[in-house]
């Protein structure tokens, strides 16, 4: 049977640093469960503890998409520019 688990209690009992589980939960590699401030870790040599699955959230998708865009957007950009640098300064003045 499982448990839940301190920081210190699961990076002792599976040899890894503190950091590295804080880490892992930022990135949602662990699903902590919080009691009085403080992260606890399942813990069951048998069974492991429930993963998140969606790590991607659709503020970060919306986002990712209007990178995208945008980078387009900028090479579509130094295209005209480059252009527009080729072009004799006379062509581009009406006079």
């Not at 990712?64 to 295209?79: M, N, P, S, V």
């Amino acid at each position: 049977m499982g448990e839940w688990l301190s920081l210190m209690e699961y990076a002792t009992r599976n040899g890894v640093s503190i950091s590295t589980l804080r880490r892992q939960i930022k990135g949602g590699r662990l699903l902590p469960r919080t009691e009085g401030g403080r992260y606890l870790l399942w813990h069951d040599a048998a069974q492991p503890a429930p993963a998140r699955t969606d790590t991607t959230s659709p503020r970060v998708a919306e986002l990712e998409l209007q990178l995208k865009k945008a980078r387009e957007e900028i090479a579509e950009l130094k295209t005209l520019l480059a252009f527009y640098e080729e072009q004799p300064l006379a062509s581009q003045l009406s006079i």
